[in-house]
C-alpha cells in the first residue's frame, strides 16, 4: 500500500482527469436580453479577485464562470482492507488480446470543486444556475479514461453577490456552487503471466472486467 499512497503521479494524473471531466462535460449558457442563446466558456482557477478588479475596470466579460479543486479526502466508508486483491482482465493493444492482472483495491476518495459565477443581471444567473442543476439529477457520471467513472453531486449552493455598493458602482452578483465527486485513485497493476511470474503494467491498458 506504501507504493501506491505515496505516489504522486498516479495521484496527479487521476486528479487532471476529474477536473478534464467536469470541464468538458459540463456546458453552461443563457438567452440574453435580445433573445440570442449564449454559450459559457467555464474556466481553470480561483479567480475571484482578477473578476472584481476587472468588472470595477469595466473590461470583463460577464456572465463569468470559474472551477477549482478546494479539497480532497479519503471516504473512509467505502475504503477497503489492505490486504484485499482485486482481479480483472485488460486488453493489450499491441499484442490484440486479454490478460489477467492484479492489483490492491483502489483508495476511493471525495474531491470538492468550488464553482463560480459572476453577472450583472439576476436573470441570467438565474439561467445558469438552472442550467447547471439539470446535470446533477440527482449526480452527473464523470467518465475517466481505462473506462472509469466518478459520480459527482451538487453538494450546496450559496449567493455570495455584493448587495452593498458605492453610487457609482454596479452590483456584482455571484452565485457559488460545491460539486463532490466520489470516486477512486487506481492502484498499480501487475501482469499475471503463465508462467507464475508477476510483471508491472505500466502501458495504457483497457479494463474488460
Known amino acids: 500500500m506504501a507504493e501506491y499512497s505515496e505516489s504522486p503521479s498516479i495521484k496527479s494524473s487521476y486528479y487532471k482527469e476529474l477536473l478534464r471531466s467536469l470541464l468538458s462535460d459540463i456546458k453552461l449558457s443563457y438567452i440574453d436580453d435580445q433573445g440570442d442563446h449564449k454559450i459559457l466558456k467555464l474556466h481553470h482557477g480561483k479567480q475571484e479577485r482578477m473578476v472584481a478588479k476587472k468588472f470595477q475596470e469595466n473590461n470583463i466579460i460577464l456572465p463569468y464562470a470559474t472551477i477549482y479543486q478546494n479539497g480532497i479526502e479519503e471516504d473512509t466508508k467505502r475504503r477497503r482492507t489492505g490486504d484485499t486483491l482485486v482481479y480483472s482482465t485488460v486488453w493489450d493493444e499491441d499484442e490484440q488480446r486479454a490478460k489477467r492482472v492484479v492489483s490492491i483495491a483502489d483508495v476511493p476518495v471525495k474531491a470538492k470543486y468550488s464553482l463560480n459565477v459572476w453577472s ?21 457520471n464523470l467518465r475517466l479514461k481505462n473506462n472509469l467513472i466518478a459520480v459527482s453531486f451538487l453538494s450546496a449552493e450559496e449567493d455570495e453577490s455584493k448587495i452593498e455598493v458605492n453610487d457609482k458602482e454596479d452590483r456584482l452578483i455571484r452565485k457559488n456552487f460545491t460539486i463532490e465527486v466520489q470516486g477512486y485513485i487506481p492502484s498499480p497493476k501487475f501482469l499475471l503471466t503463465n508462467t507464475g511470474k508477476i510483471e508491472r503494467v505500466i502501458q495504457n491498458i483497457e479494463i474488460t472486467e
Do not use: C, E, G, W
Not at 450583472?120 to 452527473?140: A, T, V
Open 120 to 140: 450583472k443581471y439576476i436573470s441570467h444567473i438565474d439561467q445558469i444556475s438552472s442550467r447547471l442543476r439539470s446535470y446533477f439529477n440527482p449526480n452527473l
